[in-house]
Every structure is written in structure tokens, then in C-alpha cells.
């Protein structure tokens, strides 16, 4: 997903870099298309349970975001030594 958002320009809109304008800004409506339509690409790409929880955001920056706790996999390296752990004890 990041290779794409980033083929079409858009990869700020998930990582923060560009924050949505005051409602009253003449860009406004500029940002809400390109926003609207990062949304529409990332909902979508998720399976159908994922996408239920995320159909109410509007932000793609607050999807990402979401997502992104949602699947972080941490300390790969710790997680690899507490799964040998684990089998040692069995």
C-alpha cells in the first residue's frame, strides 16, 4: 500500500507530513478529494471485519493510523526470543 500511495503522490496523506487546512483555506476542497480518495483506496484493501471499524473515519492519516496499532508487530527480535521461551517451557 505504501508503494502505491507513494506511485501516486499521496503517501502524505497517511504519514502526517501534510495536515488537513482550516475549513476556510481556498485548498480545502483540494485536500478533501485527494484525502477522500487515499480513503477510497485504502478501505477497500482490508477484509470485510477490518473495514467495519474503519467505514466511520473520514481522515485516511486517522485509518492509517489505525491501522498501523492494529498490526504493528513490534520488537520482531523480542518477539522471536519470548516464542522460543514459550516452546523451551512446553
Known amino acids: 500500500m505504501l508503494t502505491a500511495l507513494s506511485a501516486k503522490n499521496k503517501l502524505q ?18 485536500w478533501t478529494r485527494c484525502n477522500d480518495m487515499v480513503v477510497s483506496w485504502i478501505v477497500p484493501s482490508v477484509s470485510p471485519q477490518i473495514k467495519q471499524s474503519i467505514l466511520w473515519m473520514e481522515n485516511a492519516e486517522e485509518i492509517w ?7 504493528f508487530q513490534g520488537d520482531l527480535l523480542y518477539i ?10 512446553k
Do not use: C, T, Y
Open 65 to 71: 493510523k489505525d491501522l498501523r496499532v492494529r498490526f
Open 13 to 30: 496523506f497517511v504519514n502526517g507530513s501534510v495536515v488537513e487546512p482550516d475549513k476556510d483555506d481556498f485548498i480545502h476542497n483540494a
Open 80 to 89: 522471536s526470543d519470548l516464542q522460543m521461551d514459550v516452546v523451551q517451557l
